[in-house]
Nanobody, 119 residues
Framework: VQLQASGGGLVQTGDYLRLSCAAS????????MGWFRQAPGKERLLVAA????????YYADSVKGRFTISRDNAKNTVYLQMNSLKFEDTAVYYC?????????????WGQGTLVTVSS
């Protein structure tokens, strides 16, 4: 089982980034997926979730209207388009298999990707 997040970087306020997460080891289309983030000194929290076929999505209030989660089951990949980035979006971002919709992960954490937004 592996989750490999990528696409992070250093950007300025108002910029955009697109994160990707390649999954392996499970039948990807059988699982809801989520993006979580953890800022320094804070707990890891759900940012967005997407259902198995991509028909249902969920967003944290802090990112609604700015972030979009999507998935490509043929590529075993989930994406997070992040627009209008704010300083407070700075965090390490992780993708996860979702055990219970929308916010309970199954406990496996792959390598995250760091997003730094400068003000």
């Amino acid at each position: 089982v592996q989750l490999q997040a990528s696409g992070g970087g250093l950007v300025q306020t108002g910029d955009y980034l697109r994160l990707s997460c390649a999954a392996s080891g499970r039948t990807f289309s059988n699982y809801d997926m989520g993006w979580f983030r953890q800022a320094p000194g804070k707990e890891r929290l759900l940012v967005a979730a997407i259902s198995r076929r991509g028909l249902r999505t969920y967003y944290a209030d802090s990112v609604k209207g700015r972030f979009t989660i999507s998935r490509d089951n043929a590529k075993n990949t989930v994406y997070l388009q992040m627009n209008s980035l704010k300083f407070e979006d700075t965090a390490v971002y992780y993708c996860a298999w979702i055990r219970t919709w929308p916010s309970e992960p199954d406990g496996y954490w792959g390598q995250g990707t760091l997003v730094t937004v400068s003000s």
